[in-house]
Nanobody, 124 residues
Framework: LQLVESGGGLVQPGGSLRLSCAVS????????IGWFRQAPGKEREAVSC????????YYVDSVRDRFIISPDNAKNTVYLQMNSLKSEDTGVYYC??????????????????WGQGTQVTVSS
């Protein structure tokens, strides 16, 4: 299982970015795929997860109604559309394949593999 993130960058508050997580080695319905982020001096936290196995999604409360996670099974890629970005969304965003069949168990300790991360900076 390998994961490669892309799409990070610098954006002003209120702006949007779309992150991509290209998954290789397994189809998307084999693992739950999650997005996590880590800000300087803070622990890595779950942002959003999606399970093609049981068709569930999870969002942390702070991004609900602003971020959308979606799969493209043809490209074996999971996207995270981030809208109305805030400065507190700044951090390194990682995607991971999780050893769980449901998105409800969206936790860093469930990860079987991690991508290399992509920096998201929200600043004016």
């Amino acid at each position: 299982l390998q994961l490669v993130e892309s799409g990070g960058g610098l954006v002003q508050p209120g702006g949007s970015l779309r992150l991509s997580c290209a998954v290789s080695g397994f189809p998307l319905d084999y693992y739950t795929i999650g997005w996590f982020r880590q800000a300087p001096g803070k622990e890595r936290e779950a942002v959003s997860c999606i399970s093609e196995n049981d068709r569930t999604t999870y969002y942390v409360d702070s991004v609900r109604d602003r971020f959308i996670i979606s799969p493209d099974n043809a490209k074996n890629t999971v996207y995270l559309q981030m809208n109305s970005l805030k400065s507190e969304d700044t951090g390194v965003y990682y995607c991971a394949g999780l050893r769980t069949v449901t998105a409800a168990e969206c936790r860093p300790r469930s990860a079987a593999a991690w991508g290399q991360g992509t920096q998201v900076t929200v600043s004016s």
